[in-house]
């Protein structure tokens, strides 16, 4: 019941668009939510709130969708959100990357120090 | 405008950019159920526009058998959510056609 055999490397198939693809079984099983999750999920629920306005679901859809397969076959669901998120973040001037990454930086830093 | 239970053939062309109308789909004929009413394109939202003008909406339902070679069970369904630029008539003949 295959379609395009994936391997072909169907020009005009994005990564998210496996429908019909011979991919192996579904992994049904369900695993407790994590607080990274949650967070990634709020996170994208408050910025895409029409009170927040920072970007469409759609925006996100699109930018995930436009990742390497290498990147989309890897990242764990909420990893692809948390890379878009950050990417429209960017992409829209609420953030720069200079920003983020002194950011982050900042609390590898706190972290290796042993702080909170 | 396409009324309830008129068929239709989701168009086969290429986009390079976000759209709903899954690959699967494309060039496949199947049944308006229900029309959804009219919403800003995800097509254009996707880069930050307003996504207007807004399109239409359709619930469309095609047999598993027309979608995937060699399906089993010729009564079973599938409905998907397609959006009416990516609609064209389609012919009552042309429902089995295999493409």
Known sequence: ?116 | MFAEGSLVRVLDHTIFGHCRTPLYLKGKVGEVVSYTGAWRNPETLAYHKPGLPLQRLYRVRFRQADLWSGYPNAGDTLEADIYEHWLAPAARAAAGDPS
């Open chain 1, 1 to 116: 019941m295959t379609v395009t055999d994936p391997a072909a490397g169907d020009s005009t198939r994005r990564q998210h668009d496996l429908g019909g693809l011979e991919l192996g079984p579904i992994d049904r099983h369900e695993h407790p939510r994590t607080l990274f999750e949650m967070r990634v999920d709020a996170m994208l629920m408050l910025l895409t709130h029409p009170g927040c306005g920072a970007f469409k679901v759609d925006a996100m859809r699109r930018a995930v969708e436009n990742y390497s397969r290498l990147d989309y076959e890897q990242l764990p669901y909420y990893h692809r959100w948390l890379k878009a998120i950050r990417q429209l973040l960017v992409e829209q001037r609420v953030l720069t990357d200079e920003a983020i990454e002194a950011r982050l930086s900042a609390l590898r830093a706190r972290q290796e120090s042993g702080g909170q």
